[in-house]
């Protein structure tokens, strides 16, 4: 991947100015951080004052909590929780190291200091329901399970599009991890527009639970926002 190079004046001026002349432009709502652990963290923490005056989203993929902690900077960023997305695929994900459940509860008492954005798919990564395997009963049981403790964790659940339709993504390869980056995200129109199934149902029963609409996160945490769609 190509770098920039920050520590040039003139480079570090350019791209405060060139997000902020987008987000006044377009109005954006917040702006997502990608690679976040790989952008200087002076540079990170000047963001919001001087390159755009709205929440940033961190994508920081370390599994461990205290180092994902570190990029919680300003009061109105938040920090896409890839320790849980870890301890998910520990929990659910059937292999020989597979770990109890309780882990999740133990999951639950580390302190994290800021918003959290709860995932189990994002474009980055192979979609949760190949990872489990060929689909049948049991993986739908443990996808269900998954989706659940999501949505009804602390922090703000994310939802990938597709997700609410078991969508698997593309490639023959049963090994998910085999498939190219773009198999991970096709289309939603392959996969249809089914409200009844109840993947689907399930999401919207955790959301009209009030999960979704009052806090209901550890007092280390600053705020609750609704549900995020990624589309």
């Known amino acids: 991947m190509a770098d920039y190079k920050h520590e040039d004046d003139r480079v570090w001026a350019g791209l405060m100015d060139y997000v902020r002349e987008h987000v006044d432009t377009f109005g954006f709502d917040g702006i997502r951080v990608d690679a976040a652990r790989h952008i200087p963290m002076e540079f990170l923490s000047q963001l919001p004052e001087k390159g755009a005056p709205v929440p940033a989203y961190y994508e920081v993929p370390?599994?461990?909590v205290d180092k994902v902690a570190r990029y919680n900077m300003q009061d109105t960023s938040a920090l896409y929780n890839y320790p849980l997305y870890y301890a998910l695929r520990d929990a659910f994900l059937p292999s020989d190291g597979r770990k109890p459940m309780s882990s999740l509860v133990d999951f639950l008492k580390q302190p994290y200091p800021h918003v959290a954005l709860n995932f189990v798919d994002n474009n980055d990564?192979?979609?949760?329901?190949?990872?489990l395997g060929p689909e049948d009963s049991m993986t739908r049981a443990l996808y269900h399970n998954s989706l659940s403790y999501l949505m009804m964790a602390p922090g703000v659940p994310i939802l990938l599009y597709g997700s609410e339709q078991n969508q698997r993504g593309g490639g023959s390869s049963?090994?998910?991890?085999?498939?190219?980056?773009?198999?991970w995200r096709p289309a939603l129109w392959e996969a249809g527009y089914n409200t009844s199934s109840s993947t689907f149902q399930l999401i919207q029963n955790c959301c009209s639970s009030g999960n979704c609409t009052k806090a209901s996160t550890p007092p280390t945490w600053s705020r609750f926002l609704p549900v995020m769609t990624m589309c």
């Open 62 to 64: 370390y599994g461990e």
């Open 174 to 183: 049963e090994n998910a991890t085999d498939d190219i980056p773009d198999m």
């Open 125 to 131: 990564l192979p979609r949760f329901t190949k990872l």
